[in-house]
């Protein structure tokens, strides 16, 4: 498998070039970004990552060099991908998500790493503490099992009469089975009943809304997922189509036309990831940078979809919303 067969464009800019030109850009430091999803769908988190970079002086294009890779949920592209960039021997590798973080990790012990997931690093094997990593890892840590059953509860106070919710997930995410197990263990309390419907193809979405038709289903909860993320369109037209009013964990399908959104701000973690990937080509030692924790959060509504839903947003839910859509 070739090289450049992973790298795509972003943000407008092409980022492969012919070997000639890559050539010329040999004495600029360069970092690997890889990323589940797709670039359409990472505009916002990769422009957050080079605001990182800036913070210390690294511009893309000028002083440093940026390769992107956009994995699309095929993870069976991450032996190459990883052979090559050690092979190479990068400068740094940023890797946002728990599959493309463990890959990296299991592929080189000394390229400097810069992760960004989920989980605790620790238990996971990234690093061996959080304060003192220790190794050639260090990034960030964004709370989401934590937090995977409050778009739920926000829901259910949005439409109080959906009793029968579906939650769809992408079951290739390690996440999953956690998020599952938060939101059966939410739903009770909540007099709800959960469908668990699981869905990693574009197909398998439509599936899925097929299967919410036949059952009757009164809501959605969209499970965090990068692939999911950037399904934004196809999610946001089918419930749109079938009525359904879906709550998710990233504001990008609200924006899409989704109804309502709370999560961890996934542009401040890469942000973060940017910021320590400068300090580390600054000098800094993965091994002496405490694993830092994002905890911003934000909540979203889109009016306009609950307008067409017929929906009535309580004041209270408006005012304590990060953002409202109109």
């Known amino acids: ?31 690997g970004f890889v990323r589940d999803g797709t670039a359409e769908a990472s505009v916002r988190f990769a422009a957050a990552f080079r605001e990182g970079l800036n913070k210390t002086g690294y511009v893309e294009g000028q002083n440093v ?14 032996p190459a991908l990883m052979a090559d960039l050690v092979r190479r ?15 990296v990790k299991a592929a080189t012990a000394t390229i400097p790493i810069v992760f960004g997931v989920g989980e605790d690093p620790v ?14 890892a260090t990034g960030v840590n964004i709370l989401v099992q934590e937090v995977s059953a409050k778009p739920l509860r926000l829901l259910h106070e949005l ?16 996440f999953a089975e956690s998020v599952v197990l938060e939101v059966q263990k939410a739903a009770p309390t909540l007099g709800l009943q ?33 692939f999911l993320v950037s399904r934004r369109v196809q999610l946001a037209t089918l419930t749109a189509r079938d009525r359904i009013p879906a709550a998710h964990s990233a504001r990008e399908l609200v924006e899409a036309g989704g109804l309502m959104s709370y999560g961890t701000d996934l542009a401040d973690m ?26 911003k959060f934000e909540f ?21 919303a990060d953002e409202v859509i109109e």
Do not use: C
């Open 194 to 226: 959960i469908e668990i419907l699981n869905a990693s193809t574009i197909g398998e979405i439509d599936a899925a809304f097929a299967t919410f038709a036949r059952e009757h289903i009164d809501a959605l909860f969209v499970a965090a997922d990068a």
């Open 89 to 103: 021997k990068v400068d740094v590798i940023a890797a946002p998500g728990f599959v493309p973080a463990r890959a």
């Open 123 to 136: 238990r996971i094997g990234l690093v061996a503490s959080l304060a003192r990593p220790g190794g050639n």
């Open 1 to 31: 498998m070739r090289r450049r067969e992973f790298i795509t464009l972003v943000g407008g800019t092409a980022v492969a070039w012919p070997l000639s030109a890559r050539a010329q850009q040999t004495a600029l430091p360069v970092v």
């Open 159 to 174: 439409v109080p009469k959906a009793v029968r919710i579906a939650v769809l997930v992408n079951p290739r995410n390690p």
């Open 300 to 320: 979203v509504i889109n009016l306009q979809t609950a307008r067409a839903l017929d929906i009535a947003v309580p004041p209270g839910l408006i005012s304590f």
């Open 270 to 295: 890469f942000h973060q990831i940017g910021v320590y990937t400068s300090r580390i080509l600054k000098g800094a030692k993965p091994a002496e940078l405490p694993v830092a924790q994002s905890t």
């Open 65 to 78: 060099t940026v390769e992107y890779y956009w994995l699309e949920g095929q993870y069976d592209r991450l």
